[in-house]
């Protein structure tokens, strides 16, 4: 039944964004944050002729009837930005895969726990909010989230899929490298951008900047994120698997050492990606602080594929015990 209730409310919000795009009120991408609009108010707002108001509408009808939940919410929405971002040719509208949003919010619940404090959440390039609200939904503990993305269309997104899904979400339009008025945060959360920053007059306040020509986005968000976590607050950040291997990978190994205990990394499966070269890892981290120690030993391991479930459910037994010899962490 789940099923049919993600289907019916992708074919809305496709038919809808087609639609919309079809009548050359905007891309494929803005035709979905119309249509998730529309669905939020309960309303066909565009000016469209009166034979497709009505389709529309009959489509709106079906999924208003239905009681959905936020997470299939957030797969039919998801289906949907695919779509929408394989049509797309900016490079930077991708999206963190699903398996690989689920596995960090299990990692995040390891650290979090069931506490019962005010949790802060930081995501630093939210794009259209899929790792955000996979964490929200997810989550053993109330978390207030802040997230930042610079494309306005990822950021409507976010701003669509996070009411839809009734989540608690502070979306800032704004470059997260730029200062960021926001006070430290018990956890970051990010799927690092990878590239050159082109603004050289902000990278200068960066302990990472490169001292010739423009500086690596990957590493200066890597730097805001860890000055805007609190003390022994986590870090977890998808990163690329040459992120050591660059120029100034010895200055960025430099300075994560000095500001933060190295928990762990973690490979990606080799069969997400088309090749090697393009291959991820979860990056873990916890920022210094008083009560905090380095690990005796950093969890180091190779994911095995999401859709092994034995070996995952091994793997993440392995993870469980390392969190308790390592951090005291059930």
């Not at 009411?163 to 200062?179: C, I, M, T, Y």
């Not at 933060?260 to 997400?272: V, Y």
């Amino acid at each position: 039944m789940k099923d049919d209730k993600i289907e019916g409310l992708y074919t809305y919000l496709d038919d809808t964004a087609t639609l919309l795009e079809e009548n050359g009120l905007g891309t494929y991408l803005e035709g979905l944050v119309e249509a998730g609009e529309n669905l939020f108010r309960e309303e066909i707002r565009q000016l469209l002729p009166d034979d497709q108001v009505k389709v529309l509408k009959q489509t709106l009808e079906k999924v208003l009837q239905q009681e959905i939940s936020p997470e299939e919410v957030r797969k039919a929405y998801q289906l949907a930005v695919l779509k929408g971002m394989k049509g797309a040719v900016q490079p930077h509208h991708s999206m963190t895969p699903d398996a690989v949003s689920l596995f960090i919010s299990y990692l995040v619940n390891k650290v979090l726990g069931k506490r019962q404090d005010h949790v802060t959440l930081l995501d630093l390039a939210v794009g259209s909010g899929n790792l955000v609200s996979t964490l929200l939904n997810h989550a053993t503990t109330h978390l207030q989230a802040f997230a930042f993305e610079v494309d306005e269309t990822l950021l409507k997104l976010a701003f669509v899929n996070a009411n839809l899904q009734k989540h608690e979400l502070n979306l800032f339009h704004q470059d997260s490298v730029e200062p960021i008025a926001l006070q430290e945060v018990d956890i970051v959360v990010t799927d690092l951008p990878v590239g050159f920053y082109p603004k050289d007059d902000v990278a200068r306040d960066y302990e990472l900047r490169s001292s010739q020509g423009h500086s690596l986005i990957h590493h200066l968000m890597m730097e805001q994120a860890i000055q805007k976590t609190k003390a022994g607050g986590f870090l977890f950040f998808v990163i690329p698997n040459f992120l050591f291997e660059s120029e100034q990978a010895k200055h960025l190994h430099e300075y994560v050492k000095k500001e933060t205990n190295i928990l762990g990394l973690l490979h990606l499966p080799k069969s997400m990606f088309q090749s090697e070269q393009f291959g991820k890892s979860i990056f873990m981290l916890q920022k210094k602080g008083e009560s905090t120690k380095q690990p005796k030993q950093a969890l180091l391991a190779e994911l095995p594929s999401f859709t092994k479930k034995e070996a995952l459910a091994d793997m993440m037994k392995q993870i469980n015990g390392w969190f308790e010899a390592e951090l005291s962490i059930k």
